[in-house]
């Protein structure tokens, strides 16, 4: 049987978050690289705004890193918006060999997986990953335009409006702080556990997280008091209790050493998000402005990063399809 784990080298050389005003004014909101409190980036329309998060968050990470576009091998991209536009057009200044994705809010540590994946067997020295999500895009086309007002669900999560990104490049290249590394991956399998409740995306993606980390686990002989954190990706907090209670029955509690992204971004109470935060861009930057600068701090050392992604679109949801999850994993150490 093959392993289903995979071995990486490969160092974060530099993440860059851009957000828009609510998740500026959330508990992170000091943190993150860039900001518009109009939510729109000097552009028409919010499709186009989402464009232009990743262009600036890439920017921003490849100054960080202090290279070129033309130093990147390639560019490892994805977004929630029909087809990726939100990518390809963002992207398109950069000229770098593209491959567009759509793990939905997993987004992130797919592009992750496979951009150190292809770092570590050398086939580039460098690679980037970006994705992004915006409030008002993923509105109009998952459920209803803003100017509709509908009444949102007790469960319904908050699409983050940022988008994040990542240099990666072979482990050692930096001196400057201490270097976090991409040691393992978990790529996901699509689970599909009866939910067709898109204002319930919690419920349908804790299944999936559940599957992902059981499986490394015991694949690797590792259980949750070996890692220092566990962050999942925009679960938020109805998930998030779904996906204890899940790994409580597998025999692996996670404990007070489980996070996840969609409850750190913002004030559950005072900024009305109900479910907590979601969108492709929701794991990208807490992964970007928090987590990772926390790692080279020193607060953790090694920590297990699981992106979420429902993987439904707006015609399955119109013909009552049930809600199929996916959740990649990599494992971070701090060296």
Not at 188 to 215: K, Q, S, V
């Amino acid at each position: 049987m093959a392993r289903e784990w995979i071995e990486l080298n490969a160092e974060i050389l530099s993440a860059a978050s851009v957000v828009g005003k609510k998740e500026r004014e959330g508990p992170l909101g000091e943190r993150f690289d860039l900001c518009d409190m109009t939510d729109r980036f000097g552009v028409k329309t919010w499709e186009a705004a989402e464009s232009e998060m990743q262009r600036m968050a890439l920017n921003t990470a490849l100054a960080k890193a202090k290279c070129r576009d033309c130093d990147l091998g390639a560019l490892f991209a994805g977004d929630l918006l029909n087809q990726c536009v939100g990518s390809a057009y963002g992207l398109l200044a950069f000229d770098v060999p593209y491959f567009g994705l759509y793990g939905a809010c997993s987004t992130s540590a797919e592009g992750l997986l496979l951009a150190s994946a292809m770092v570590t067997h050398g086939v580039f020295s460098r690679a980037a990953a970006v994705t992004s999500s915006h409030y008002c895009s993923a509105e109009r086309q998952y459920r209803t335009p803003l100017e509709y007002g509908g009444q949102r669900a007790p469960t319904a999560q908050w699409t983050v409006t940022g988008a994040g990104a990542f240099v990666v490049g072979q482990a050692g290249a930096s001196a400057e702080h201490a270097r976090v590394v991409i040691r393992r991956g978990m790529p996901g399998r699509a689970i599909e556990r009866g939910i067709n409740d898109a204002n319930n995306m919690g419920a349908a993606m804790a299944p999936a997280a559940e599957d992902t980390l059981a499986r490394y686990f015991q694949a690797t002989d590792t259980r949750p008091a070996d890692y220092d954190l566990i962050a999942t990706g925009d679960l938020g907090f109805e998930g998030g209790s779904i996906l204890c209670e899940l790994m409580q029955l597998r025999g692996y509690p996670l404990g007070d050493r489980y996070t996840d992204c969609g409850q750190r971004i913002y004030f559950r109470e005072g900024q009305d998000v109900h479910g907590g935060g979601s969108g492709c861009g929701c794991s990208a930057v807490v992964l970007a402005a928090e987590l990772i600068p926390r790692m080279r701090r020193g607060d953790w050392k090694r920590i297990l990063f699981a992106a979420t992604g429902a993987m439904m679109s707006p015609d399955s949801i119109k013909q009552g399809q049930n809600i199929p999850a996916i959740a990649h994993l990599i494992e971070l150490v701090a060296e």
